[in-house]
């Protein structure tokens, strides 16, 4: 019998403890979920209570947490990744593995030789993106060296996206399924990538304007702007003397166009607060960031706006922005608040996901290479749709992966101790047929040469 | 007989330790100076020694600052801001004085009832920027009330600059004289203020693209941006109702529309590493910021820059990058270093003080009231020039108010206690005056009707 801890049952939860509980009575596995509510968790788990229970569990119950990593075998958080290290601190006393679906941070890479030592295995990335972009990634690339071909070109996008049905008359084609204040902080700081050699920097108020438009087979077009850091891919890939790489998030066209503007604006900005009163409107928010107008002068906002952006007053980034109510009467809400604030809460009544939507994961990894003197361009992109409101493409593309994961790790299939990502075949491989064979979960390749 | 401990005695010290030398035979004072390197100051306090002594301090030597604090009456602090809080808590311990040429922390700010219980003042803001500022400033509105006039706009600048003498063949007319660093990452975040009634919001793209010009008297023009937080400044000035406030720096015209393309390039963020080596050259660095040249198209640097900024190649704009030094091949000399630090690092060798320069101090307030059914707008304005590279305008107008207010406290002519910042007028008129009579720092007042 293998016991498994679950810590943090929200959402995107939903998936991996349905894939849990499959396999439980299969494998012999006993399941805790731990979570501040676990109420919610009865009518899922009612139906399999000879092997799965939930119990309240709070990060801050020290005393808590050590008594129920000591009584499993494997830990899997999926709490907030600011919390991890706490639990690995936790699993490493106890001598148990731990899983995640959140990037490898710093201080978690520390504890990578004490891990080791202790014979136990902190198994990080393992959900989409970070998770089943490595897997799928690493899949080609061993299949391109295989051949022979010498790599020139990575580039790699994912986006979480609404299901062409569910799109709605939203001009933006984008809702909210993912943390909204992400969303609205994205990409600040400068980008860095690499293009023919050559190192590529792209300053914030410059990144949505950059972008690059990609196919995606069955599903239309997307843009896709460069991520913070492209360049620390280079190494769990094994590509550090590659010439071109660039890992980017995927929107709708027109939708960063239409951000770039509110970038220029000013309402991504979260370093200071304003001073407002809630009860300020937006027109009136709009109106204290547009230059002043000549005394006498008279012209509607959106018109200043328009010529402020250099935008063209019918051009579809002024209608994504009026459709926000950038210009409305409606209050901002917010007193004394951030401008990332107050967009957030602006973006979150309208980009609020309706009853029967579904979402949409979307991934495209783009390889050139050089295989007998000729250039190959390949694609594998890959397409998962929500299948309802609990059961989202989110959820299952995060949490599938992950339970894949550390079932291969209860059945002593993964052998490697200390940090480990899953860019070894031995770990993916079977991921990725599991997915496919059970799930529908399927990369489709396409390659050309010239 | 009164005993001054001055923590911290850098080159922003020199005038506020000549002014406490002055007066301590005169006042009987002992004064103590702690200094990490105390040896500098052996030629100063040298035929001082009957009633100052220099010793050495850092801040992490705790018994240190209890048995320095304990032996005092008074301690001036001319450590970094951040490390006022350690020592006011000394002083509230000992119960002694403190007084600062530094803003009013938050963390200051909650010392301020444990500080009147205990019967002590923390003397804040008594410096220049703040200090003189609000000195000056409470003067004339001072005088403006007593007239009747009812107050309608009041704007002031401030900056640090270089005197005429002194400027060079430097297109920027500008050399640090302050912290490097907080020049480079001025204005980030969104600068706020008010313009008649309405709140105004400046993101910080636009920061150095929206100036105004102002003219001092046998100086000429200064063009001066928006600093961070104007509306903070009304409740210690006691203009919670102006319709019309803002504060500012002040650079040379032309300045701000170069240092404006700085940022749209992205150089001036600190936020992430760029990954670079050390042996980059700058040209590199440009190359890397710039969009992508078409195969085959060929074109110097410095007019893809200019067709990038939307400016004219032989713009002053591109002729003051040019200066820097932007597309030269000279390495940024530091590897793995974020934008800010590169530019810094150029700035720093650029802008260094030569032998016999002089720096300069400029400010300018300006007020609009009503007085009898007309509308009068005056202005004050101060400008010091430095003495030499001891006293520097900066020092002398940094450390002598600071001094004098010092002087007032252990006089017992300053009985408030708490947290107090030099805004009443038993404190600032007889600084003011001594400043004009002794120091020859004065304002130059000037007024119109219409």
Request: hydrophobic share 40%; net charge negative; charged share 20%.
């Amino acid at each position: 019998m293998a016991r498994i801890l679950l810590l943090g049952a929200g959402r995107s939860a939903s998936s991996l403890i349905q894939y849990l509980l499959r396999y439980a009575p299969v494998e012999n596995w006993q399941l805790t979920v731990g979570d501040v509510n676990p109420a919610h968790l009865a009518p899922v788990l009612a139906a399999h209570s000879e092997f799965a229970r939930a119990v309240p569990f709070s990060i801050e119950e020290e005393d808590r947490l050590e008594e129920l990593v000591a009584a499993a075998d494997v830990v899997i958080s999926m709490l907030p990744a600011l919390l991890h290290l706490t639990v690995a601190h936790a699993c490493l006393r106890h001598r148990r593995h731990l899983a995640t679906a959140s990037y490898v941070s710093d201080d978690i890479r520390a504890l990578g030789p004490e891990a080791e030592a202790a014979g136990i295995t902190l198994l990080m990335e393992c959900g989409l993106d970070p998770g089943l972009d490595h897997m799928s990634a690493m899949a080609v690339l061993r299949h391109i060296r295989a051949r022979g071909g010498q790599l020139t070109s990575f580039k790699s996008y994912c986006g979480g996206l609404m299901a062409p049905d569910s799109e709605g008359n939203n001009p933006w084609r984008y809702k909210f399924t993912w943390n909204p204040r992400n969303v609205v902080l994205a990409g600040q700081g400068t980008a860095k990538y690499l293009e023919h050699g050559h190192p590529r920097y792209i300053p914030y108020q410059q990144l949505f304007r950059r972008t690059e438009l990609l196919d995606v087979p069955g599903f239309g077009q997307f843009e896709g702007y460069a991520n913070r850091d492209s360049l620390s891919y280079r190494a769990p890939y094994g590509l550090d003397a590659i010439p071109t790489i660039l890992r980017g998030t995927l929107r709708r066209p027109g939708y960063c166009a239409a951000w770039a503007a509110l970038v220029h604006l000013g309402l991504t900005d979260d370093s200071g607060r304003l001073g407002n009163p809630a009860t300020m409107t937006w027109a009136e928010l709009l109106e204290s960031y547009l230059p002043v107008l000549r005394p006498g002068l008279q012209l509607p906002l959106s018109t200043r706006l328009a010529q402020y952006l250099n935008l063209a007053p019918e051009s579809e980034e002024i209608s994504r922005l009026q459709w926000l109510g950038l210009w409305s009467d409606e209050v901002v809400g917010l007193a004394d608040a951030t401008p990332a604030q107050l967009l957030e809460r602006l973006l979150t009544r309208k980009w609020q996901l309706q009853e029967g939507d579904h979402d949409m994961i979307v991934m495209q990894h783009l390889f050139e290479f050089e295989l007998n003197g000729k250039t190959h361009r390949s694609t594998s992109s890959l397409v998962v749709l929500g299948d309802d409101a609990t059961h989202t493409a989110m959820a299952k593309t995060v949490g599938l992966p992950l339970g894949m994961a550390v079932r291969r790790l209860l059945r002593g299939e993964l052998t490697q101790r200390g940090v480990v990502i899953p860019t070894s075949p031995d770990l993916y491989e079977p991921i990725l047929a599991e997915l496919r064979a059970d799930y529908g979960i399927d990369f489709v390749e396409q390659e050309t040469t010239r």
